[in-house]
């Protein structure tokens, strides 16, 4: 497939930072807004501004047009690219599915998981059209709006996991992926065996929930010096409660047959491919305490994705799937418990669990695997 035109549908942190890379690549970018205030910036600078990690102008400018007419930014496109929260997933998909063309390539970033969703919208709206969906297990930077038309580049996400829906679609689409995130930026793309990989690869998940619920006094009170990364906000005890989280979503994928990484060694990987660094003996918590991380202030309060997305779509489906294929999550159960008594409301309702991503819980494994592949049992 000859990519020539790309649709980003979102205009947030990752939305910004997909239309500047995707611009920086040659593709003529058309960049979709919820609203008019959110692309009024981009409208009128003709295109969105990089800065550094210090919030420094890096000298590169995306030139992207800016609109909130969905089917002027589909039309044409070969890529459609959605980075997004979970939560803003539907909106997106329901709004685009009536005009998605025939072997049009659909990549949602930011929370696996989110093909199901473009599929369930596409067979709603009667779409017989052949659309390619593909998942990520996050976004490919760590990125941060900070106006209408600039957004900091803190770092790229050089390891990401695709899968597509069904599963057996994705080496078709393979080359597309190369070609958006191509080994010349550094990018490690590898082959998830179907789309529970990139779920549960969610570092977001993972690395912020923990300190979100162990520093609630200083988020609650808006304390601007609060990072949520850093040294004094992660002491070990806090790395303690995310290694906990993080060997049972590994144990969860197992019961799958994934090959699975512990989440220093998917940060190892990070780093070799970024830095050049192999650093077998990284422990966790050096792993976790980088500048690269550190310098992301907040969030400065309690309601915000890092726990209203991160639980329902994230831990809350670690332990469904856990309940699925026999598997206890003790401390992901207890950070979602807390979680729902600091903001006072049931997570587990409205979260993300094993019947919203269209699996039956008296499947067998084999039955999982197999709706993943085909798409159907």
Known sequence: MEIKKVAVLGSGNGGFMSAVDMAGLGYETVMLGRTEDKIAGVKAHGGIEVLDIDSKPTGEFGKIEATTDVAKAIKGAQVV???VPFFAVKWFAEKAAPYMEEGQVVICLGKGGAALVWRKALDEAGNKNKVYLVDCNTLPYGASRMNDYQVRLESRTMNLIFAAFPSKDLETVW??????????????????????????????AITHTPPMICNVGAINAGDKDFHLFGPKE??????NLIEGIDRERMAIGQKLGLTQYTLEEEIRMVKWNRDGRNDETLPLYEAIHTPFLEVCEGPFKLETRHLTEDIPYGLVTFSSLGKLVGVPTPVSDAVITISEGLLGRDLHTQGRDIKALGLDPGWSVEQVKKFLYEGTV
């Open 175 to 204: 080359p597309v992926l190369e070609a958006l995130y191509p080994a010349s930026h550094n990018y490690t793309l590898r082959k998830g065996q179907n789309i529970i990989d990139t779920i549960l690869v969610d570092y977001n």
């Open 234 to 239: 992660n002491p070990q005890p806090v790395v």
């Open 81 to 83: 690219l959605n980075p």
